[in-house]
């Protein structure tokens, strides 16, 4: 039976990308965890090589979410660009010779330009940063690796992977596929507090690796909604053809916002509690696609620039999304092939020979509501009549937008999501 802590959170967000690998199998101990070294982590306040490595993450992610839009058009997009990241990095540990390169070079890295050891010392930063205690955010990240018992793996990589990425590894009999399953299984459930259950249900019995990341959010709107204020039935305009019923959460309020001219969309900042903050982004109707295309890294510097704090009048739905993607077709087409073929080179992670990724799977969840993870509010600020005038512009999110979620101390986004049709589950 799994255990884990109750969680009646408003806002929960969780990443569970796995992947898994092939080996022959062999009979042996039962099930252990392999203790690795652990060190307390010291990130400075100005971390210029970490905020380069927010740019490089931030455009990687964009890549990847234009992939989505291909293989998956008109509908809902919602991922962990950070974890992915993160993910890919810990395997490039154990990957040697191109496997290794590819892997880095898809994430967006200059090799000549900076050494493998800097990239994974910056990986470090970034996960110690995103895990440190804060006050008002609940924000967590790790992984867990599953290797068939029968594998010999290095020390170096153990010590390297608990260490630079905070990954427990777990010693697991692949041959019992029930038994390594519900192993499985019962971790991500205590991990993400209850939130995934059954994630992986067909194990195949030439499994051997399985590597499960994920990402915990928790956190309040620094000025929550009142629900009083919510419109129990609204419309949005999924296409020119669809419209949907939604509850669209009402709010006059300050905020920082701006109007993009060359892009064509309007972009509305708010605030969590502390050390986050979502971005919403509406482009003009038929102007999605060029959005799209032009997000990049340098396009978050602008907008981070240019965002000015007035008066809105804003109406923003209420709705849950998640999405669940198998990642192997398009990291192939983005140029990471190694890892999945014969000649897969994992000779930094074990001496044994033959060990490939099969299956790359991600599923991310957001519950989005008036108050935040809270069930109380701590205050409530009602606006008179008069205040709440056509003289304040009105941001309405009745169609098709855009949604990121921002740690401020790394610049990293946590979220990245298109909402289509917020009714779809």
């Known amino acids: 039976m799994c255990y884990y802590l ?3 959170m408003s806002h929960f967000l969780y990443l569970i990308p796995f992947l898994l690998g092939l080996y022959a199998t062999t009979n042996g101990a039962p099930p252990r965890s392999f203790a690795g070294k652990v060190t307390a982590c010291y990130v400075p306040q100005q971390n210029d090589s970490l905020y380069k490595l927010s740019s490089i993450n931030a455009d990687f992610a964009f890549n990847l979410y234009r992939k989505f839009t291909v293989e998956t058009p008109d509908r809902n997009i919602f991922f962990s660009p950070v974890s992915i990241s993160a993910a890919l990095a810990m395997l490039s540990f154990g990957a040697g010779s191109g496997t290794q390169t590819q892997i880095l070079e898809v994430l967006g890295f200059n090799l000549t330009d900076t050494s493998v050891a800097e990239i994974q010392q910056d990986f470090q930063h970034l996960i110690c940063s995103l895990n440190s205690p804060k006050k008002e955010v609940e924000l967590h990240m790790g992984n867990v ?5 029968q594998l010999k793996p290095l020390p170096k990589f153990l010590d390297g992977v608990k260490t630079l990425y905070e990954t427990n590894v777990f010693s697991t009999n692949f041959t019992n596929i029930s038994a390594a399953q519900e192993v499985i299984n019962c971790q991500v459930e205590k991990q993400t507090k209850g939130k995934i259950v059954n994630l992986i249900q067909d194990l195949k019995l030439n499994s051997i690796m399985v590597l499960v990341n994920y990402i915990h959010f928790k956190a309040q709107w620094a000025n929550p909604f009142h629900p009083s204020q919510t419109e129990d039935s609204s ?3 999924v296409d020119k053809s669809i419209t949907v019923k939604v509850p669209m959460m009402h709010r006059v309020e300050q905020f920082h916002y701006l109007v993009d001219m060359d892009l064509n969309c309007t972009v509305l900042q708010m605030d969590y509690s502390r050390n986050a903050l979502a971005l919403f982004v509406l482009p003009k109707k038929g102007q999605m696609e060029w959005v799209e295309v032009s997000m990049s890294s340098r396009t978050l510097k602008k907008w981070n620039h240019l965002l000015q704090k007035g008066w809105v009048n804003l109406y923003v739905p209420k709705f849950s999304i998640s999405a669940t993607y198998d990642l192997r077709n ?16 994992f000779s930094g992670l074990t001496e044994d020979i033959g060990l490939k990724l099969s299956y ?9 509501d008036e108050k935040g993870s809270d069930d ?3 205050e409530v600020k009602f606006m008179d009549q008069s205040e709440s005038t056509l003289l304040h512009p009105v941001i309405r999110f009745d169609r098709t937008f855009l949604l990121m979620i921002l740690e401020k101390n790394t610049r990293s986004i946590l979220y990245l999501g298109k909402v289509v049709d917020p009714t779809e589950i």
Do not use: Q, R, W
């Open 6 to 8: 109750p969680c009646g």
């Open 235 to 237: 419309s949005y305009s």
């Open 145 to 149: 690796l599953f290797i068939g018992k």
């Open 360 to 368: 790359a799977a991600h599923k991310a969840v957001l519950n989005i």
């Open 330 to 345: 398009m990291l192939v087409k983005m140029g990471i092939e190694d890892a999945f073929a014969d000649n897969a080179d």
């Open 376 to 378: 109380t509010v701590s």
